[in-house]
């Protein structure tokens, strides 16, 4: 799996959007780029994957550069049931194996 | 659909005794992992199973071990229980062995005394 990094915390203002980056330089060709999040005292929870394009869904909304190495999640109206750890994850699709979930970011939703 | 089933939510236990703890799956998975969440060391892979047999382990002693029947559920025991043993236990399940997309259940606190 390639290495990512991520901030270790961020705050943002509730309504509006969170920004989360994760940067993967030395991702292959064929690794996807995954992210979940961890709401304290839970399990963690699938949020959205892509590749290459852009990719949205009810959650959230993921920006990947051309390059490939670096992305973004979009929480585009956070809201303070969003504070939570989230994890960027890159692997080849379905490959086997854990998940190696790393530190993450801890986003803070304030009112 | 029901999601993941960790149960119990919460255990208590002192060194030296023993511990089950019991997931069942998303209806329809077949694949279940088993991790460990400390706030020092993360969450760490324990290990999958997939159609009743082991697939992959992580670097856990032996006092760790898991089984899964053939309706999927699964239960995992630690044997000897340390005082670093005390953690969040979480279980996950997928639809297939080494799927990425994983559903997490609530997980097991175990707080070993």
């Known amino acids: 799996d390639a290495k990512t990094t991520q901030p270790t915390s961020m705050d943002c203002a509730e309504g509006r959007a969170a920004n989360l980056p994760c940067n993967h330089s030395t991702i292959s060709g064929n690794e996807y780029v995954y992210w979940y999040r961890q709401i304290h005292s839970q399990g963690p929870q699938y949020i959205i994957h892509g590749l290459k394009n852009n990719e949205t869904n009810e959650m959230a909304s993921l920006i990947i550069t051309e390059d490939r190495k670096s992305s973004t999640l979009i929480l585009p109206h956070a809201t303070l049931r969003d504070t939570a750890v989230y994890y960027c994850?890159?692997?080849?699709?379905?490959?086997?194996?854990?998940?190696?979930f790393g530190k993450g970011t801890s986003l803070l939703v304030t009112p | 659909k029901a999601g993941v089933t960790q149960t119990p939510r919460y255990l208590i236990k002192t060194r030296g005794q023993q511990v089950t703890l019991s997931c069942s799956p998303i209806s329809g998975h077949r694949s279940v992992s088993w991790y460990q969440q400390t706030p020092g060391q993360g969450l760490q892979f324990l290990f999958e199973y997939f159609s009743e047999t082991q697939r992959n382990k992580g670097n856990f002693p032996g006092r760790f071990s898991g089984r899964q029947f053939s309706n999927s559920r699964s239960e995992m025991n630690v044997s000897t229980l340390e005082l670093g043993d005390s953690a969040l236990y979480l279980c996950?399940?997928?639809?297939?062995?080494?799927?990425?997309?994983?559903?997490f259940g609530a997980g097991t606190r175990l707080s070993v005394l």
């Open positions: 994850i890159v692997r080849v699709e379905n490959s086997g194996y854990a998940l190696n």
């Open positions: 996950a399940s997928s639809l297939a062995l080494g799927y990425n997309i994983q559903y």
